[in-house]
């Protein structure tokens, strides 16, 4: 899978999937885009992790529709082209429905789907403009098992991604005359630096035993499927979704 001067864009690239997806890419001879929404010190720490040279800062809140037409702009701007689109930015809100108000309730839903299914419908459309000018290229949406097996605590993130996924088939074919290959990676939970931070022992445990591997997803395992997807040779897996979840959910 050689990516070499391949232009890369990759949202919520400052840490988690984003960032090892980002050194990937740049270990394999891409030059990337490191797209975040504020913290500074956590990009700039990515940046300096990547191999080689030639990567790049794009500081973007992409929940905002305008700052993602912004933003292929200015990375075209940089690099000249686009060749591969990485959508992982995202974000989950607890709001179970039996325990918040309503302000609570239609807020999470609000958030929830401006940065999970609008922003990256809104970076598809303007990335897809420029790769119909250059001959094509590749989108790679990341998406989560919570579209198929639900998510009771936080609805709007299993129904953003659900939705995330039907748009995601829906522009593999639309795209497909156009040479631009659109791919779907679902992981299930995955070990982060902000899992680490976040879970009580309890819920460590209780996600362990999900899976018969009784660990968690490397970032680095979702961000090797990612790659795969963006790879060439891997046009005819075009509306595919790839489940990286360690056998925790299988769907039928």
């Known amino acids: 899978m050689g990516f070499e001067d391949k232009k890369v864009l990759i949202t919520g690239a400052s840490r988690g999937i984003g960032k090892a997806t980002a050194l990937a890419f740049a270990e394999k001879g891409a030059k990337v885009g490191v797209n975040f929404r504020s913290n500074l010190e956590e990009a700039q720490k990515t940046l300096a992790e990547l191999s080689r040279d030639g990567h790049q800062l794009f500081q973007k809140d992409i929940s905002k529709k305008e700052n993602c037409k912004t933003l292929v702009d200015e990375f075209v701007s940089h690099y000249g082209r ?78 953003s991604k659900a939705a995330l996924n039907a748009m995601s088939q829906s522009l593999a074919k639309k795209l497909a005359p156009h040479n631009i290959y659109v791919g779907v990676v679902a992981p299930g939970f995955t070990e982060t630096e902000m899992a680490a931070k976040t879970l009580t022992p309890v819920e460590r445990e209780n996600l362990l035993r999900e899976s018969p591997f009784k660990r968690m997803a490397r970032p680095e395992e979702v961000a090797h499927a990612i790659l795969f997807l963006a790879s060439e040779g891997a046009e005819y897996s075009s509306g595919t979704i790839i489940d990286v979840n360690g056998a925790s959910y299988l769907r039928g």
Not at 108 to 121: D, I, P, S
């Open 82 to 159: 686009l060749d591969i689109l990485i959508n992982n930015a995202g974000i989950s809100i607890f709001h179970e429905i039996d325990q918040v108000d309503f302000d609570h309730w239609t807020h999470a839903w609000e958030e929830t789907f401006k940065t999970n299914l609008f922003a990256t419908a809104n970076m598809a459309y303007c990335a897809a403009q420029m790769m119909m000018k250059t001959g094509g290229g590749r989108i790679v949406n990341v998406s989560s098992r919570g579209a198929f097996r639900g998510e009771p605590t936080k609805p709007a993130y299993g129904a």
